[in-house]
């Protein structure tokens, strides 16, 4: 149920709480499905999104928090992939320039162009003459849904821009568009607009088992991660959507022998601005073994990255290395001389496991961003590879593959049968006119809620059309407009609203991913934890045991991102 009465008049408001959840669960027990998705990262999202939207009866659960897996941990680029041009994969870099646009239309609060300069070094291990072509063809492959064109910048004109960059051996630059979005909002949103089409969703719930009936998939036995109890959940197909896990679920429920994951590690930094001072996303080739990396300025911070190493281990104990770190400090000190990045300059870390197509023999970075979907059993399908901007592409695949057998094993068409998750905005996406909205709310929220411009900026972008029920929420909250800590723009009514209307139930789904205080607050908000423990207790009702455990999970994931320090 994700319709309920608004408190305070007949229109039906929008609710996604603790008690939804409990309500889903109780149904999930009871009623049949058509379409189970196992995993809330950003694939399952749009495979719950697509298939409710066409009228399939649609489930989803989730061992986690939605997103929690690599969907909050990518590097946050919606982009056509220019670099996959060196390896000739013009279709997949056409099919996510596509996305792109797409998204940007589906979410343009969320979504939006960042101006990309990849400079050219004598001795570069790309030359000018190969950039420019790869840049007319990325240009090309856009056609249409072009951001903007690139152009060649001088040296000189250059450092103008970024004087940050090192000089010595520059010759030029190109200057191109691509996309940003706050991954985890993606998810959110995705998962709002499929509870919104009466997708039945729970997070911490983990499948377990599976159930067969007459020697056919009928369904996963999963169970409460907050309760321990344990749900079957009935349904004709499966989608199996756990990126990183999926050879993991195939082996625990299936008994799978076979392998089709290849695991890479990717960690990224994240600094200040007022340490790195730059304006640009700036792209380039690792000093060490020439793999790409990038920091992109995002609000008042850097974000630096990444890694791609091959991961062995267990997915659920991810942690950042010492070596992972010197690699990427190796390369930027070079990059940018003037900063001479120290440990003491990290706010924090994070990084995530791609869950690439295994293919043998292949070093990490050169493995193809493709995807692929399989039917194996009768009725359990799995989707591996792909990447956060064509998760909507892959989605529509997928669903189209699950209405084949769901017509063809059940006799069961799709209501709508055609996909229109190109067309319908997300869910906070719905404006008549995005910059209107933007220019009104922004200024409205200061002068009429008493707001500071910055936590104003931060809601737009952050909950779009969903601002009305956020400022009720601020309203019904003590201190609702206060910040929650003193650096950043979040304030109490936000605990508020992530709980009753995005399904927050821990500590580390307020402060890691509905909120950054993790990742952006100096200390990773160890002064102001305590405090959100306490008011987020009180209305999930959290016993002085369940604080503890609360904040002793917080201060572990802090400890996987922190342990590569001498002194954490
Ligand atoms: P996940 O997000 O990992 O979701 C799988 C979910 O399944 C998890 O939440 C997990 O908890 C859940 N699960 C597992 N087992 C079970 C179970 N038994 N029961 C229930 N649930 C279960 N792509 C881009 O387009 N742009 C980028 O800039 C970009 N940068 C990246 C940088 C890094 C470092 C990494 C690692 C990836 C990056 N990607 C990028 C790729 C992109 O992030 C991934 O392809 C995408 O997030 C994968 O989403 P997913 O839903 O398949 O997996």
Not at 322 to 342: C, G, I, K, M, Q
Request: proline fraction near 3%; glycine fraction near 8%.
């Amino acid at each position: 149920m994700n319709r309920e009465k608004s408190s305070g008049g007949s229109e039906p408001a929008f609710v996604f709480s603790p008690e939804t959840r409990q309500h889903n669960i109780d149904r999930m027990n009871k009623e049949t499905f058509d379409v189970l998705v196992i995993g809330g990262g950003i694939t399952g999202a749009g495979i719950a999104r697509d298939a409710s939207m066409r009228g399939f009866k649609t489930a989803l659960i989730e061992k986690g928090d939605f997103g929690a897996g690599t969907s909050s941990r990518s590097s946050k680029l919606v982009h056509g992939g220019f670099r996959y041009l060196k390896q000739l994969q013009f279709r997949m870099v056409r099919e996510a320039l596509v996305e792109r646009k797409i998204l940007m239309d589906l979410a343009p609060h969320m979504v939006y162009p960042i101006e990309c300069l990849l400079p050219i070094y004598r001795g570069s291990i790309a030359k000018a003459s190969q950039v420019h072509i790869g840049m007319r063809l990325y240009d090309i492959l856009a056609s249409g849904r072009n951001i903007g064109r690139y152009r060649m910048v001088s040296a000189e004109e250059l450092t103008k821009m970024e004087p940050q960059y090192r000089h010595e051996g520059l010759r030029k630059a190109a200057e191109y568009y691509d996309c940003w979005a706050d991954d985890f909002r993606l998810v959110m949103a995705t998962i709002q607009s499929a509870a919104q089409n009466g997708a039945n969703i729970a997070n911490y719930m983990k499948a377990i088992d599976i159930i067969e009936e007459k020697g056919r998939v009928a369904g996963v036995l999963a169970v409460d991660q907050l309760t321990g109890g344990e749900v079957p959940v009935r349904s004709r197909v499966v989608a199996n959507a756990t990126g990183p896990w999926s050879d993991d679920v195939r082996r625990q429920l299936l008994d799978a022998k076979d392998q089709k994951l290849r695991l890479t590690k990717g960690v990224h930094l994240i600094v200040s601005t007022e340490v790195l001072p730059i304006q640009h996303a700036f792209m380039q080739f690792a000093v060490k073994d020439g793999r790409p990396i990038f920091a992109i300025p995002w609000r008042n911070f850097v974000l630096l990255g990444t890694t791609d190493t091959d991961f062995v281990g267990d997915a659920d104990r991810f942690d950042v290395e010492r070596s992972d770190v010197d690699y990427l400090l190796e390369s930027f000190n070079y990059y940018f001389p003037r900063t001479n990045l120290t440990d003491s300059h990290i706010i924090s870390t994070f990084g995530g496991l791609r869950p690439l197509i295994f293919e043998d023999g292949k070093a990490a970075s050169k493995v193809s961003r493709e995807y692929q979907i399989f039917e194996k059993p009768e009725n359990f399908f799995s989707i591996i590879g792909g990447k956060l901007t064509t998760y909507r592409k892959m989605a529509q695949k997928m669903v189209d593959r699950l209405a084949r057998r769901l017509a063809g094993s059940f006799g069961l068409n799709a209501r709508d049968a055609q996909c229109i998750t190109d067309r319908v905005p997300l869910f906070g996406g719905d404006f008549q006119n995005y910059e209107e909205f933007r220019r009104e709310w922004t200024s409205r929220l200061v002068s009429e809620h008493s707001l500071e411009s910055e936590t104003a900026t931060h809601f737009v972008e952050t909950y779009g059309t969903r601002i009305p029920a956020l400022v009720g929420m601020i309203k019904e909250t003590p201190d609702g407009a206060d910040r929650i800590h003193p650096d950043l723009p979040y304030v109490w009514g936000e605990l508020t609203y992530t709980v009753n209307h995005e399904m927050a139930m821990t500590l580390d789904d307020f402060l890691v991913r509905r909120t950054h205080i993790f990742s952006l607050a100096k200390g990773q908000g160890l002064d102001v934890h305590e405090e959100v423990a306490d008011r987020m207790g009180e209305r999930l009702g959290w016993s002085a045991d369940e604080k503890t455990h609360q904040i002793d999970q917080y201060k572990s994931s802090i400890w996987l991102t922190r342990h590569f320090r001498d002194s954490i």
